[in-house]
């Protein structure tokens, strides 16, 4: 298959972007982890010349965190906006009812068993960082971008020990789905967060 700088925004969950050096580097890093991409990949792909990237990123470094940043946007975004179709009254205040955290766990599973049957899916664009060299810049937009998800599955459950949960077995499925290449296990979290959080 001939490579292109188009993403697949269920697959990555990159921000889109005018910008084609992030969009060349999103797609790359995310097929083929940042270690085993060069800059010279991502010129090539962009279509840009060297001056031109360094103009823009002026080292590997910069262009990882930005793929991060964009990333963590992208899942957030997507993500919370499939949970809020479904439970619009998780925007509120107060804490959700049996049905609404049952709906909202429902939703997060089904949105993840969607992004698991795209073709392009080979896990978290921001969980296969975890194993690589990073700068401490990169390694704080992963700190942040794990707050905010833990806070949102606190927020889903109810609670924070069945936020946990729910964390734990998000990150499990992803995971699994990933290294398998079935998009099912998304459908036995599901079932397993219900029977956790002793939801109908």
């Not at 969950?13 to 097929?31: G, K, Q, S, W």
């Not at 809020?84 to 709906?103: K, W």
């Not at 969607?114 to 810049?137: K, Q, Y």
């Amino acid at each position: 298959m001939t490579e292109t700088a188009d993403l697949a925004p269920l697959a990555a969950h990159a921000e889109l972007t005018d910008d084609p050096i992030l969009r060349a580097a999103a797609h790359l890093f995310y097929r083929r982890g940042i270690g085993n991409v060069s800059i010279q990949d991502i010129r090539q792909l962009a279509g840009v010349s060297l001056k031109a990237l360094y103009a823009r990123y002026p080292s590997k470094e910069s262009l990882v965190t930005a793929y991060l940043r964009s990333t963590h946007a992208g899942w957030t975004r997507l993500l919370e906006e499939f949970v809020t179709a479904a439970v619009p009254d998780i925007l509120n205040d107060g804490a959700l009812d049996e049905s609404a955290r049952t709906a909202a766990v429902t939703a997060l599973f089904t949105w993840l068993g969607d992004w698991f049957a795209t073709p392009d899916f080979v896990g978290c664009g921001i969980g296969n960082t975890r194993g690589e060299r990073l700068s401490e810049e990169a390694q704080g937009v992963i700190r942040d971008h794990d707050r905010h998800v833990r806070s949102y599955m606190d927020r889903i459950g109810g609670s924070t020990e069945a936020g946990s949960s729910l964390f734990v077995l998000m990150e499990g499925a992803i995971s699994t789905a990933a290294g398998t290449g079935d998009p099912d296990y998304a459908r036995v979290a599901l079932r397993t967060a219900r029977a956790a959080l002793d939801l109908t």
